[in-house]
């Protein structure tokens, strides 16, 4: 250890004297303190205010119908929206996420009380463990495989809680907040984002002229495609940070102490005996999503049941859970309680920034932006277009990160241009997917996001970091692909 590693070790030692004197060589430098998650949606949301005011309102005229007539733009008279106005409207951005804060609530506690129990620590401990000569990565590429796997019949701001396994497991196996993330919310987006049953899915509901499910094949070799690019850059990733966890782009060093700390607790365990109620725990946290994917993809139970069967699949297995290793009823309220409590965090950071889409509609500046982007599309082949609409629905998700509200105000208005350049519907709904799913993994205005950043305890600077050259990846490989099935006159028959 260099003189300046000690001199700096030797500081945090006499303030956190908690943390062992041997067991860290951390390289600690004083950085800039991202501020908390909520302060930040607040400087979003009076962001969102100042472009009121400096971006020209602007509407298109509707059909009876709601729809909007393209062709129709016109400047209207500026509403600027106030800052004492824009906190009064958090109550509608609480009304738009009504239906995501109590799945997260509901989901968060029943999936957070089951990891409360010791069950996931002591199996990851023992498979750890037994598989120690192979190192760290099978464990991490195993999970990230699964949650894509989860993430391609199953998607939504809900399946956050997830988050919560990565970081134990990260935790055990001494690596990064960034890691905890790049294994379980990014393979669950970047899934839900390409898949059949993800975005695309939104999109033939809100125009149905397309079917439903139709191009599931093609979008199953889409979903491979991606899924193979973002495995082998997590794997890049915790390689590097593996054989040197200076690397980390956490900004901060404490990960490395709290890691360092967590390990030697852990380690006490190793000798801790795995029964069969911990096995059939575990497997129940696996199975469980799983079960869920198979019944909304096979038996179509959202279709029949809606959004509440996620509410109902979860407590099932939390009871069942809970039941298994002998507990009481109070103790599983109280372990309902301590794993929803995480998800309250994420629960206001979610209405938040709904509060910012509101500001921006309630400002009515969004036409403008919509029409300002897509009047760049004239002239362009139709392989060119369809990469350009995947950018445009890039940036416009940043001012309206929701899935159905992008489909619902790009699609009426790009449909008609489109179809004059040559692309299909199939095709527009595929990069508009791409655009609004992928995007949300770099977007500071979806509360998902920050949301699970906080959960594994990061900071969103440190995850740009790590997302942008993957997200530059991204842009590259999806708009060879939106090409590629553009010229070839893919329409979804695969």
Request: glycine share 10%.
């Amino acid at each position: 250890m260099s003189k300046s590693n000690a001199a700096s070790y030797e500081t945090i030692a006499h303030n956190n004297q908690n943390y062992d004197s041997v067991s860290t060589n951390v390289k600690v430098k004083k950085k800039f303190q991202m501020p908390h998650v909520l302060f930040m949606m607040f400087l979003m949301m009076m962001f969102a205010c100042l472009l009121t005011y400096v971006i020209p309102a602007g509407a298109f005229e509707t059909k009876k119908d709601g729809a909007i007539i393209q062709g129709t733009y016109h400047s209207i008279q500026q509403h600027g929206i106030n800052p004492f106005y824009a906190t009064t409207l958090i109550l509608n951005g609480g009304l738009k996420s009504a239906q995501t804060v109590t799945l997260l609530l509901f989901i968060g506690g029943a999936m957070g009380g089951i990891l409360q129990l010791d069950s996931v620590k002591k199996v990851t401990n023992a498979l750890i463990y037994r598989f120690e000569y192979a190192g760290p990565l099978p464990l991490v590429i195993g999970l990230f495989t699964l949650m894509a796997f989860i993430g391609f019949f199953v998607g939504g701001d809900q399946m956050i809680v997830f988050v919560t396994l990565g970081v134990i497991l990260v935790n055990r196996l001494k690596l990064d907040p960034i890691t905890a993330l790049a294994i379980t919310f990014l393979p669950l987006y970047m899934a839900f984002s390409v898949s059949p049953s993800g975005m695309a899915k939104i999109g033939q509901i809100v125009y149905p002229q397309v079917a439903l499910y139709s191009g599931y094949g093609g979008r199953a070799i889409m979903y491979l495609i991606f899924l193979m690019v973002t495995l082998l850059y997590v794997i890049w990733y915790a390689k590097r940070v593996i054989k040197n966890p200076n690397k980390s782009l956490m900004t901060t060093p404490e990960w490395q102490l709290q890691h360092n700390d967590n390990t030697k607790q852990q380690s006490q365990q190793n000798e801790v005996i795995v029964s069969m109620r911990d096995y059939f725990v575990v497997t129940l946290i696996i199975v469980t999503p799983i079960i869920l994917a198979l019944g909304n993809g096979i038996l179509k139970w959202s279709e029949h049941y809606g959004n509440g069967v996620f509410i109902t699949v979860f407590g099932i297995s939390f009871v069942i859970a809970y039941l298994v290793k002998g507990l009481s009823p109070s103790q599983m309220v109280d372990g309902f309680i301590e794993g929803a409590k995480p998800m309250l965090i994420v629960a206001f950071a979610i209405i938040m920034a709904n509060t910012i889409s509101v500001i921006l509609e309630k400002g009515q500046i969004l036409s403008t932006i919509v029409h300002s982007l897509t009047t760049q599309l004239d002239g362009s082949s139709p392989g060119i277009v369809s990469t350009l609409i995947f950018l445009v629905a890039t940036v416009f998700n940043f001012l309206v990160p929701s899935g159905s509200g992008l489909m619902s105000v790009m699609i009426p208005i790009l449909q008609p241009v489109t179809h004059t350049l040559g692309v299909n519907d199939q095709m527009l709904l595929t990069a508009l997917s791409f655009g609004g799913g992928l995007g949300n993994l770099v977007t500071p205005t979806l509360g998902a996001t920050v949301g699970a950043i906080a959960i594994a305890k990061g900071n969103f600077v440190s995850w740009l970091k790590f997302m942008l050259p993957l997200f530059l990846i991204w842009l590259i490989v999806g708009s060879i692909v939106l090409y590629v099935f553009t010229t070839i006159g893919w329409t979804g028959g695969i």
